[in-house]
C-alpha cells in the first residue's frame, strides 16, 4: 500500500456514460496527478494539481474533466467517452521540493474499458 | 526525439545475473531521476531516487547517473523471478511537478 487509493479499481462504460473516477491520498502530500497509461506508450500526463490548484493540463480532451476539492482528494469525471479512452489511469501524489525530487507515490489504477 | 529513451526489451537475464537497465534523456535541466517498477496488472512502484552524478546503491540495486551523457542506469545484482517486471525510467526538473516516463524496459529474469 502506497497511501494512495482509487476507486473503482474497474470500470466499464458505454460512450453515452457519465462516471467519475476517485482517488484520494493519506500522506499529507500537496500535488496529484491523473496519468493514463495505454499499451506500449510512456505514461501520458493529464492534469497536476499543485496546493488545490490546477497547474497542467496536458491538452486533455474536454470529455476528461478534473476536480480537485482539498489536498487529499481528486476526480476525474468522464462523459461521452471514446473506445480509444480505455486504458489504466492513475493517480498519483508528491510533495514537491525544491534541491530534491519528485518522489510520485501512485494508487493502484483503476482500469477503464469504452465500449 | 523522445525526452525518455528506454528500449521497451524483453531483456532477459539467467537468475542471478546482473541486469542492465538503461535510459538516456533530452533535457539538460533535468536534475531529478527515478526509478519505477510496475508488475504486470499493477501500478508503478518506486525503485530507486538519484539526484548526482555517480552511484547510488540500496540493496540489490544501484542506479548510476551521468548528467554530461544525459544517462542514467539501473543494475539489478543477483536478479531474482520476483525481479521480472517493467522498470519505468522518469526525469524532472529540481521541485517541478510534472514528470516525464520513459515507455519502460521490460525485464525477464529466467529461473
Known amino acids: 500500500e502506497t497511501g494512495v487509493t482509487q476507486t473503482p479499481r474497474h470500470l466499464v462504460m458505454g460512450m453515452t456514460n457519465k462516471k467519475s473516477l476517485k482517488c484520494e491520498q493519506h500522506?499529507?502530500?500537496?500535488?496529484m496527478y491523473w496519468y493514463k497509461q495505454s499499451a506500449k506508450k510512456p505514461l501520458e500526463l493529464m492534469f497536476v494539481?499543485?496546493?488545490?490548484?490546477?497547474?497542467e493540463n496536458n491538452s486533455v480532451p474536454s470529455r476528461f474533466s478534473p476536480e480537485c476539492p482539498n489536498s487529499s482528494h481528486l476526480f476525474l469525471h468522464l462523459h461521452t467517452l471514446q473506445p480509444e479512452d480505455s486504458a489504466l489511469y492513475l493517480c498519483?501524489?508528491?510533495?514537491?521540493?525544491?534541491?530534491?525530487?519528485?518522489?510520485?507515490?501512485f494508487g493502484p489504477g483503476t482500469r477503464l474499458t469504452v465500449l | 526525439q523522445k525526452e525518455v529513451e528506454q528500449n521497451s526489451g524483453p531483456l532477459s537475464v539467467p537468475e542471478g545475473a546482473i541486469a542492465s537497465l538503461n535510459c538516456t534523456y533530452s533535457?539538460?535541466?533535468?536534475?531529478?531521476f527515478f526509478w519505477y517498477r510496475q508488475y504486470s496488472g499493477k501500478s508503478p512502484e518506486l525503485i530507486m531516487s538519484?539526484?548526482?552524478?555517480g552511484d547510488k546503491e540500496d540493496g540489490r540495486f544501484t542506479a548510476q547517473l551521468n548528467k554530461a551523457s544525459q544517462y542514467v542506469s539501473l543494475l539489478i545484482r543477483d536478479s531474482q523471478p520476483s525481479d521480472s517486471a517493467t522498470y519505468l525510467c522518469?526525469?524532472?526538473?529540481?521541485?517541478?511537478?510534472?514528470?516525464?516516463f520513459g515507455i519502460g524496459t521490460k525485464l525477464q529474469v529466467i529461473p
Open positions: 538519484i539526484y548526482s552524478n
Open positions: 500522506l499529507g502530500h500537496n500535488a
Open positions: 522518469a526525469v524532472t526538473r529540481s521541485g517541478y511537478q510534472k514528470v516525464t
Open positions: 533535457d539538460r535541466g533535468s536534475q531529478s
Open positions: 498519483a501524489s508528491s510533495h514537491p521540493n525544491p534541491g530534491q525530487g519528485n518522489e510520485q507515490f
Open positions: 494539481y499543485s496546493l488545490e490548484e490546477r497547474v
